[in-house]
Protein backbone atom coordinates (compact mmCIF):
# COMPACT_ATOMS: atom_id res chain seq x y z
CA UNK A 1 0.00 0.00 0.00
CA UNK A 2 3.34 2.53 1.04
CA UNK A 3 4.77 1.46 -2.26
CA UNK A 4 1.59 2.14 -4.52
CA UNK A 5 1.03 5.58 -2.39
CA UNK A 6 4.83 6.64 -3.28
CA UNK A 7 4.21 5.67 -7.10
CA UNK A 8 0.70 7.70 -7.56
CA UNK A 9 2.77 10.56 -5.10
CA UNK A 10 5.53 10.73 -7.77
CA UNK A 11 3.29 10.21 -10.96
CA UNK A 12 1.40 12.98 -10.23
CA UNK A 13 4.37 15.56 -9.19
CA UNK A 14 5.89 14.21 -12.74
CA UNK A 15 2.82 14.85 -14.70
CA UNK A 16 1.78 18.24 -12.88
CA UNK A 17 5.38 19.48 -12.57
CA UNK A 18 5.86 18.79 -16.38
CA UNK A 19 2.44 20.65 -16.77
CA UNK A 20 3.00 23.71 -15.11
CA UNK A 21 5.95 23.71 -17.29
CA UNK A 22 4.64 23.66 -20.21
CA UNK A 23 1.65 26.44 -19.09
CA UNK A 24 5.21 28.58 -18.17
CA UNK A 25 6.14 28.36 -22.39
CA UNK A 26 5.42 31.52 -23.77
CA UNK A 27 4.03 31.12 -26.65
CA UNK A 28 3.59 34.41 -27.80
CA UNK A 29 6.16 36.08 -30.39
CA UNK A 30 6.71 39.19 -32.42
CA UNK A 31 6.92 39.52 -35.87
CA UNK A 32 11.04 39.72 -36.07
CA UNK A 33 11.34 37.06 -33.38
CA UNK A 34 10.74 33.89 -35.93
CA UNK A 35 12.72 36.09 -38.64
CA UNK A 36 15.83 34.25 -38.72
CA UNK A 37 14.11 31.17 -38.43
CA UNK A 38 11.80 31.90 -41.64
CA UNK A 39 14.49 33.04 -43.22
CA UNK A 40 17.04 30.12 -43.41
CA UNK A 41 13.76 27.52 -43.77
CA UNK A 42 12.95 29.37 -46.83
CA UNK A 43 16.81 29.48 -47.81
CA UNK A 44 16.48 25.60 -47.72
CA UNK A 45 13.41 24.93 -49.17
CA UNK A 46 12.79 27.16 -51.50
CA UNK A 47 15.66 29.30 -52.88
CA UNK A 48 19.09 29.62 -51.27
CA UNK A 49 18.74 33.53 -52.13
CA UNK A 50 15.49 33.72 -50.45
CA UNK A 51 15.13 37.64 -48.71
CA UNK A 52 12.59 39.16 -46.23
CA UNK A 53 10.52 40.88 -49.07
CA UNK A 54 7.15 41.41 -46.36
CA UNK A 55 5.43 40.48 -42.87
CA UNK A 56 1.70 40.52 -42.48
CA UNK A 57 0.27 40.29 -38.95
CA UNK A 58 -3.27 38.97 -39.17
CA UNK A 59 -5.42 40.30 -36.28
CA UNK A 60 -2.53 41.39 -33.52
CA UNK A 61 -2.63 41.72 -30.30
CA UNK A 62 -2.34 45.90 -28.69
CA UNK A 63 1.30 44.67 -27.74
CA UNK A 64 1.94 43.67 -31.35
CA UNK A 65 1.90 40.02 -30.66
CA UNK A 66 0.58 36.72 -31.99
CA UNK A 67 -0.35 33.50 -29.71
CA UNK A 68 1.48 30.23 -32.01
CA UNK A 69 -0.91 27.93 -29.24
CA UNK A 70 -4.08 30.00 -30.03
CA UNK A 71 -5.55 27.65 -32.68
CA UNK A 72 -9.10 29.03 -32.17
CA UNK A 73 -8.15 32.35 -33.96
CA UNK A 74 -6.82 33.28 -37.43
CA UNK A 75 -4.19 35.14 -35.65
CA UNK A 76 -0.61 35.09 -37.00
CA UNK A 77 2.03 36.69 -39.06
CA UNK A 78 2.70 35.38 -42.47
CA UNK A 79 6.50 35.89 -44.20
CA UNK A 80 6.40 36.44 -47.44
CA UNK A 81 10.18 36.01 -48.91
CA UNK A 82 11.28 36.71 -52.41
CA UNK A 83 14.23 34.59 -55.27
CA UNK A 84 16.12 36.86 -57.41
CA UNK A 85 17.12 34.21 -58.80
CA UNK A 86 13.50 32.66 -59.44
CA UNK A 87 11.97 35.77 -59.13
CA UNK A 88 8.87 34.00 -57.10
CA UNK A 89 7.61 34.67 -54.03
CA UNK A 90 6.84 32.42 -51.28
CA UNK A 91 4.77 32.30 -48.03
CA UNK A 92 5.72 31.26 -44.84
CA UNK A 93 3.97 30.87 -41.15
CA UNK A 94 5.92 29.90 -37.92
CA UNK A 95 4.44 26.73 -35.87
CA UNK A 96 4.24 26.21 -32.01
CA UNK A 97 6.53 23.12 -31.86
CA UNK A 98 7.30 22.45 -35.61
CA UNK A 99 9.14 25.27 -37.00
CA UNK A 100 7.86 27.22 -40.22
CA UNK A 101 6.23 26.00 -42.72
CA UNK A 102 4.50 26.99 -45.61
CA UNK A 103 1.25 28.84 -45.97
CA UNK A 104 -1.55 28.68 -48.60
CA UNK A 105 -2.34 31.94 -48.04
CA UNK A 106 -0.88 34.68 -50.95
CA UNK A 107 -1.22 37.94 -51.84
CA UNK A 108 -4.76 37.73 -52.93
CA UNK A 109 -5.92 36.36 -50.01
CA UNK A 110 -4.21 39.01 -48.35
CA UNK A 111 -5.52 41.56 -50.05
CA UNK A 112 -9.12 40.20 -49.46
CA UNK A 113 -8.47 40.79 -46.13
CA UNK A 114 -8.78 44.47 -46.04
CA UNK A 115 -11.67 46.18 -46.38
CA UNK A 116 -10.77 49.74 -46.49
CA UNK A 117 -10.94 50.79 -49.83
CA UNK A 118 -8.58 52.94 -50.39
CA UNK A 119 -5.66 51.24 -48.13
CA UNK A 120 -6.91 47.98 -50.57
CA UNK A 121 -6.28 50.32 -53.55
CA UNK A 122 -2.55 51.44 -51.79
CA UNK A 123 -1.50 47.97 -50.92
CA UNK A 124 -2.65 46.68 -54.30
CA UNK A 125 0.02 48.42 -55.70
CA UNK A 126 2.59 47.91 -53.17
CA UNK A 127 1.88 43.87 -53.90
CA UNK A 128 2.41 44.09 -57.44
CA UNK A 129 6.01 45.66 -56.29
CA UNK A 130 6.96 42.90 -53.62
CA UNK A 131 7.90 40.21 -56.32
CA UNK A 132 11.44 42.33 -57.25
CA UNK A 133 11.40 44.45 -54.09
CA UNK A 134 13.24 42.70 -50.89
CA UNK A 135 13.89 44.30 -47.72
CA UNK A 136 17.39 45.07 -47.27
CA UNK A 137 18.62 42.38 -44.80
CA UNK A 138 20.77 46.03 -42.96
CA UNK A 139 17.50 47.64 -43.37
CA UNK A 140 16.67 49.22 -39.68
CA UNK A 141 12.63 48.84 -38.36
CA UNK A 142 10.40 48.34 -35.35
CA UNK A 143 9.33 45.28 -34.16
CA UNK A 144 5.44 45.12 -34.17
CA UNK A 145 5.38 45.58 -30.31
CA UNK A 146 7.17 49.33 -31.15
CA UNK A 147 5.01 49.77 -34.79
CA UNK A 148 2.10 49.09 -32.60
CA UNK A 149 2.68 51.24 -29.88
CA UNK A 150 3.19 54.61 -31.77
CA UNK A 151 -0.31 53.12 -34.05
CA UNK A 152 -2.21 53.34 -30.88
CA UNK A 153 -0.87 56.64 -29.78
CA UNK A 154 -1.33 58.92 -33.22
CA UNK A 155 -5.05 57.53 -33.14
CA UNK A 156 -5.62 53.48 -33.08
CA UNK A 157 -6.71 53.48 -28.71
CA UNK A 158 -9.29 56.30 -29.66
CA UNK A 159 -10.54 54.21 -32.71
CA UNK A 160 -10.51 50.68 -30.46
CA UNK A 161 -12.31 52.97 -27.72
CA UNK A 162 -14.93 53.92 -30.25
CA UNK A 163 -15.57 50.70 -31.73
CA UNK A 164 -15.72 47.31 -29.05
CA UNK A 165 -14.21 44.85 -30.88
CA UNK A 166 -11.72 46.20 -33.49
CA UNK A 167 -8.98 44.47 -35.12
CA UNK A 168 -5.76 44.89 -35.75
CA UNK A 169 -3.83 43.99 -39.15
CA UNK A 170 -0.24 45.08 -40.22
CA UNK A 171 2.30 45.03 -43.33
CA UNK A 172 5.84 45.54 -43.13
CA UNK A 173 6.88 46.35 -46.62
CA UNK A 174 10.25 47.79 -47.96
CA UNK A 175 11.10 51.50 -47.75
CA UNK A 176 13.84 54.34 -48.14
CA UNK A 177 14.48 57.43 -46.79
CA UNK A 178 16.67 60.15 -47.73
CA UNK A 179 17.50 62.73 -44.63
CA UNK A 180 18.44 66.51 -44.87
CA UNK A 181 21.72 65.63 -46.13
CA UNK A 182 20.23 63.83 -48.85
CA UNK A 183 21.87 59.99 -47.65
CA UNK A 184 19.52 57.35 -48.80
CA UNK A 185 18.64 54.75 -46.10
CA UNK A 186 17.32 51.37 -45.93
CA UNK A 187 14.04 51.16 -44.19
CA UNK A 188 11.12 49.29 -43.80
CA UNK A 189 7.81 50.55 -43.06
CA UNK A 190 4.47 49.91 -41.00
CA UNK A 191 1.08 49.74 -42.15
CA UNK A 192 -1.71 49.34 -39.33
CA UNK A 193 -4.85 48.93 -39.92
CA UNK A 194 -7.17 49.16 -37.05
CA UNK A 195 -10.97 47.73 -38.29
CA UNK A 196 -14.13 47.03 -37.17
CA UNK A 197 -17.30 45.43 -39.11
CA UNK A 198 -17.64 48.49 -40.87
CA UNK A 199 -15.10 51.02 -40.08
CA UNK A 200 -11.27 51.67 -40.20
CA UNK A 201 -8.22 53.86 -39.51
CA UNK A 202 -5.31 52.74 -41.82
CA UNK A 203 -1.91 54.45 -40.81
CA UNK A 204 1.25 54.35 -42.51
CA UNK A 205 4.39 54.58 -40.33
CA UNK A 206 8.02 55.33 -41.49
CA UNK A 207 10.26 55.91 -38.86
CA UNK A 208 8.77 58.08 -35.92
CA UNK A 209 6.37 59.62 -38.52
CA UNK A 210 2.40 58.56 -38.96
CA UNK A 211 0.75 59.16 -41.49
CA UNK A 212 -2.99 58.39 -42.19
CA UNK A 213 -3.86 56.72 -45.21
CA UNK A 214 -7.58 56.25 -44.66
CA UNK A 215 -10.09 56.93 -42.06
CA UNK A 216 -13.94 56.04 -41.87
Not at 148 to 153: E, G, H, N, Q, R
Request: charged share 20%; with cysteine.
Amino acid sequence: MKKLLLIIMIFSFHFFGCKEEEDLIDTKITAKEKLNEVILKAQSDFAADARLSAIYGREVSTNGEIDLANTSSVNGFIYIVQSDQLQSNEFYVPVFGAGPVKSPINFTTMLSFIKDSAASGIMGSVFNKLATVAIDPAATYDDSPQAISKALTAGGSAFMNQYTGSKIDMFLIPGKSIDTTLTVSNTADWIVNFYSSDKSLVLWIRGDNVNTISGN
